[in-house]
């Protein structure tokens, strides 16, 4: 890949700037691309984007960028996305610094930031070559998730739309389950999350096979109707369903009949249930009855010694004595029968004995 540093005004940067941020961000004289569909969205807290305009207004040196140079003489910022749009957004009066948009500068002001220089590296090279450089150079910083670098790499049409729909503030996909999703969408966890819903292999080997389909409808289809069936299925909200994989109880019990009310009385007593820590987890367990789900309250280290010298270091199974390190403590009744993680309840085995008696 061939490079060349080169100063470029903030003058020459936002002229013709137009941010329409469903489809592209453009500047530099319609000639910069500054949302390439392999970059990320803006991710910038109003701290860092300040922070940038602070940097400017003081004629202090921001970290270079990097500009890619196109056959046709445009250009993609490879890196600089967030410092570039801070300072169009600024210079266009879309917020304020400390109570000031740019409009409220004197004269002598606005013509400093105006002139002041960016440097910029200019890169010419391969559509992989501009991929691979992206990922080393966004080692540093913000750091790239997962699914932004699987974005850089799946670039297309089927990626556009399904950004549309996943990867917006204020986009679909928040707006009918934001409450049901964990993470945010600008940094693509939606978009992650429900394709590793619908997946049946790798979220890349189906981001590859739809790379080129001309729309997204199949993932956002299937998204709406997770969402309804969890609505229906589970009825009233708790803010421990944020954390839950419904996409995979959809898919494995979307034509059961299940009986919400039935099992709304159930999750209401699992909640007061003071063993199960994981009170997520109480979704999944409602339907596949597997209690891993819960992270049932294990005995305490004191517990296990109190039991152990109460038996005298012997396996009430096998009736073999056996060191405290080569035994388990286990529920003489089953959490699930109604035992509770108390002293009482508590009997050490063996770890054969134990490993036996589980599997029953």
Not at 49 to 64: A, G, H, S, Y
Not at 348 to 354: A, F, G, S
Request: overall charge negative; glycine content about 4%.
């Amino acid at each position: 890949m061939k490079i060349q540093l080169r100063e470029i005004s903030i003058r020459e940067v936002t002229t013709g700037y137009i941010n329409n941020d469903e489809e592209w961000v453009i500047g530099y004289n319609n000639k910069l691309n500054i949302r390439p569909k392999y970059q990320r969205e803006f991710v910038y807290k109003d701290k860092q984007r300040d922070d940038v305009i602070e940097t400017v207004r003081k004629n202090f040196p921001l970290n270079v960028m990097y500009w890619v140079k196109n056959s046709d003489d445009s250009y993609e910022v490879l890196d600089g996305q967030q410092r570039t749009i801070s300072i169009c957004e600024y210079v266009d009066g879309n917020f304020s610094v400390n109570f000031q948009f740019f409009h409220n500068l004197e004269k002598e002001e606005r013509e400093a930031i105006l002139d002041y220089k960016l440097m910029v590296y200019f890169c010419e090279g391969t559509d992989k070559e501009k991929l691979d450089w992206f990922k080393t150079i966004n080692i540093a910083g913000e750091k790239l998730t997962d699914q932004e670098l699987r974005n850089a790499i799946y670039t297309g049409t089927w990626l556009t739309d399904a950004k549309r729909y996943f990867s917006k503030t204020s986009c679909a996909a928040h707006g009918i389950g934001s409450e049901y999703m964990n993470g945010s969408p600008i940094r693509q966890d939606y978009l992650e999350t429900t394709i590793d819903w619908i997946c049946e292999t790798s979220i890349e080997e189906y981001m590859a096979i739809h790379q080129h389909d001309p729309n997204a409808n199949e993932l956002w289809l299937y998204f709406q109707s997770v969402m309804s069936w969890t609505k229906a299925t589970f009825p009233k909200y708790r803010k421990e369903m944020r954390w839950v994989s419904f996409g995979t109880l959809y898919n494995t019990y979307k034509t059961s009949f299940i009986d919400s009310t039935k099992l709304e009385i159930e999750i209401t007593r699992l909640m007061q249930d003071e063993d199960v820590t994981k009170k997520s987890g109480i979704y999944e367990y409602v339907l596949t009855r597997n209690e891993k789900y819960l992270n049932i309250r294990a005995f305490t280290t004191n517990n296990k010694r109190e039991t152990y010298e109460r038996q005298k270091g012997i396996c009430l199974h096998c009736r073999k004595h056996f060191e405290l390190e080569e035994m388990e403590a286990d529920h003489i009744t089953p959490w699930h029968s109604g035992g509770k993680t108390t002293p009482e309840n508590c009997q050490m085995l063996c770890k054969n004995c134990n490993r036996i008696k589980s599997g029953r």
